[in-house]
Each structure stands twice: as structure tokens, then as C-alpha cells.
């Protein structure tokens, strides 16, 4: 039986490795020789996906960033558990959420900004996350009391709706509330499209009620991983009325993708209907060893985006995260990627080659402080 999760995103989860070898064609040794490493980090990747994974071949680039490795086991020099510091940024976070101090389910780096852990669900287990220490994690809008479980929020969502909702909001949102600055609030997770349709439409209308909030910015996998999940009944921006524009909420969706092998006809239609709804759309990208460090690679995905009307927006260098040393490039081998796509791609297809380093308070532009360092 589907779990709600399931229901959710419009497909099953596989979650068994020996399951995962059949339908690939893969050694049934394999998941054996792998059992540590999923013990460690679980092992999850949505049928949906599989249409773009070719049988029979772990070098798959979409396979890879799903497939357990014994690497990440072994430990490495500089790769930590929360590389970002995000723990020891809920220190300070701004709100009197509840739950402990210290494990606020929002950050705020930025003076105008708060980033809110919306789910910690994820459509598939990537196996760079940098936050895959750190779940579970306290939860926006399912509070932790609730929730034990990485996926196990979606089982509390059906009673989303009867606890009230409103009181809840508007504890979490205080500090929001009373800051004139902030004017944009991002959902992060997890992934934010794991929650339902109607926690989606009643989060926005709360945030509605925020005067000095004009933008949402969702980050999520989900319209490549899953992407049926785009169904009918998904939240769209509200119409523009021309003569007052600053009261409207404008919508943006960042898509995580990696490999242009996960860009296929239902996500392009996917993107689309995004775009139909009112969505800006940019992109995000991890710059990772083996699956997208070559200048065709990344030509490729760069180019199959402007076609779908994205705009890649930025090229991740690797998040120094514990588990995931094997996938690191090296700056200097991106920064002659960024200088070969440079060449073949047009401007606004070129993304910003960046580095997140804890206590900056931006992200490093790479092609800038090429030196920048922890
Ligand atoms: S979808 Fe994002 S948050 Fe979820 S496992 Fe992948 S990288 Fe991590």
C-alpha cells in the first residue's frame, strides 16, 4: 500500500537495493557489498526515475548519485559533518519557535531573507547531501513532537489542516513578522514539494499575510526526480493586478538537477506547466567527479535548460560534507569547466561558479576569489 508520501508525488519509493538490482539488471552481489554504507545513510530513489537510468551500468550518472558506496565510509581530511555550520547557526536563530533552542527549523544568514526546513522529506536520498547528518531535523510546518522519522512527517500531514494552523504560523513567524527587512522567505528541506497541495496553498496564504514578504523561493528535486508530482491541483501565482503589483507574491523555483540524462519529455512538460503557473525558474547544480565534471557534460544540461526555459543559475563546488569525499573536483578543474562552457554556451546560460563557506555571509564566487578557501 502507498505510503501518503508516495500518494504525494505521484509515484513508488524503492528502498530495498536487491529490489533495485533486478530492475537494473545489476549483480545480486552488489547490495550485499553495500549493506554498511546503507546502514549508514539509507538507500532511497523513486521509480520514476528509473526510465532514466540505464540497465545495467553502475557508471550511470543519474544511477550514481543514488547508488551506496563503500567510499563513503572512509573517512577524509576536511570533510565534516555539517560542513556548513548550520547546527551552530541555529544558535542564533531568530525565532521562538517551538522547539528547543538551538534546533530552530529557521535560518537566517541574510539580513531580507529566512530559510524555513519545510520538510525533511526528500524524493530521492542523494548521496552528497550535505545535510544528510542532520536529519531528522525539526520540521516546518509538522512540528518535531510529531515527527520522528525522515519521511515520516507525510503520516501527520492528513491532520495538517485540524490543528491550528494559524496560532502555529504565526509563533514561527514572529520575528518575520515584526523585521520590516526580511522580504523573502525560502523553503528548503528536505525538499519542500514533498508536502502535500494543501499544506503548500495554506502556507502561501499565510505568508500572503505578511506585508513586507513579496517573494517565496522553493528549492527542490522534485519536478526532476518526480516529475508527475506537477499535477493539476498545484499551488500557481495569484493574478497580477496591474494597478497594485507590490502586493502580489511572486513565486520561484530553484530545480536541482546534476546530469542532463535526468532532463527527459515529462520533466521538460513539467518545467512548462511550472512556467504556465506563473513560476520563475532558475536552476542549481553540483559540480561532482565522475557524473557531470566534463565541459560536454555540463554544455549539455546548461543547454537542455534554456530549453526548458530555466536559467542555470549556479554551479555548486561540492559541500566538504562527511560520506562524500569521492565526488569532490577540484576548484582548479572548475574553474577550466567554467572557462570552456564560457566558450560554447550564451551568457545567460552560463551559471555562477560558487562555494558556500560557513561565517561568509554569501556565497564565494569562485571565478572571483578563486584562492577562497575554509
Ligand atoms: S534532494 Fe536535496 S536535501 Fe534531499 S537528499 Fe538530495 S540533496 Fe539532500
Do not use: W
Not at 529566512?114 to 516546518?140: E, T, Y
Amino acid at each position: 500500500m502507498p505510503s501518503r508520501l508516495e500518494k504525494t508525488l505521484h509515484t513508488r519509493f524503492i528502498t530495498d537495493l536487491n529490489e533495485l538490482c533486478e530492475r537494473l539488471n545489476l549483480s545480486k552481489e552488489l547490495s550485499s557489498s553495500l549493506k554498511e554504507a546503507t546502514n549508514k545513510y539509507s538507500f532511497l530513489i523513486p521509480e520514476s526515475l528509473l526510465d532514466r537510468v540505464k540497465i545495467n551500468d553502475l557508471n550511470d550518472p543519474v544511477l550514481k548519485q543514488f547508488l551506496p558506496s563503500p567510499q563513503e565510509l572512509e573517512k577524509k581530511e576536511g570533510f565534516v559533518r555539517d560542513p556548513l555550520s548550520e547546527s551552530s547557526a541555529d544558535e542564533n536563530a531568530p525565532v521562538d519557535a517551538p522547539f528547543p533552542k538551538g534546533n530552530s527549523c529557521l535560518l537566517q544568514k541574510y539580513a531580507n531573507r529566512v530559510l524555513i526546513i519545510s520538510s525533511n522529506a526528500c524524493a530521492g536520498h542523494c548521496r552528497f547531501c550535505f545535510r544528510r547528518n542532520l536529519h531528522p531535523r525539526p520540521l516546518f510546518p509538522i512540528p518535531q513532537e510529531f515527527s520522528s522519522n525522515r519521511n515520516e512527517e507525510a503520516n501527520n500531514a492528513a491532520n495538517f489542516r485540524e490543528k491550528d494552523s494559524s496560532a502555529y504560523f504565526d509563533q514561527v513567524f514572529r520575528s518575520v513578522r515584526i523585521n520590516p527587512n526580511v522580504n523573502e522567505v525560502i523553503l528548503s528541506g528536505g525538499d519542500p514539494l514533498t508536502l502535500s497541495n494543501d499544506q503548500l496553498k495554506t502556507l502561501l496564504d499565510y505568508i500572503k499575510t505578511i506585508r513586507t514578504v513579496k517573494r517565496v523561493r522553493f528549492h527542490s528535486r522534485v519536478p526532476i526526480l518526480v516529475p508527475d508530482r506537477i499535477d493539476d491541483d498545484f499551488p500557481a501565482c495569484e493574478d497580477v493586478d496591474p494597478s497594485n503589483y507590490g502586493a502580489m507574491l511572486v513565486l520561484h523555483l530553484v530545480v536541482h538537477v546534476n546530469s542532463p540524462n535526468e532532463i527527459n519529455n515529462r520533466v521538460a512538460k513539467a518545467l512548462l506547466e511550472l512556467r504556465k503557473r506563473g513560476y520563475v525558474l532558475t536552476s542549481q547544480t553540483t559540480l561532482l567527479k565522475g557524473i557531470n565534471d566534463t565541459r560536454d557534460t555540463l554544455v549539455e544540461l546548461f543547454e537542455k535548460l534554456a530549453n526548458c526555459g530555466v536559467v542555470p543559475y549556479y554551479l555548486h563546488q561540492l559541500d566538504r560534507v562527511q560520506g562524500a569525499a569521492h565526488f569532490e573536483t577540484t576548484v582548479k578543474k572548475g574553474l577550466q569547466l567554467m572557462k570552456q562552457i564560457s566558450e560554447r554556451l550564451p551568457g545567460y546560460a552560463v551559471p555562477k561558479y560558487v562555494r558556500e563557506i560557513p561565517g561568509r555571509k554569501s556565497k564565494v564566487n569562485l571565478l572571483a576569489e578563486p584562492d577562497a578557501d575554509f
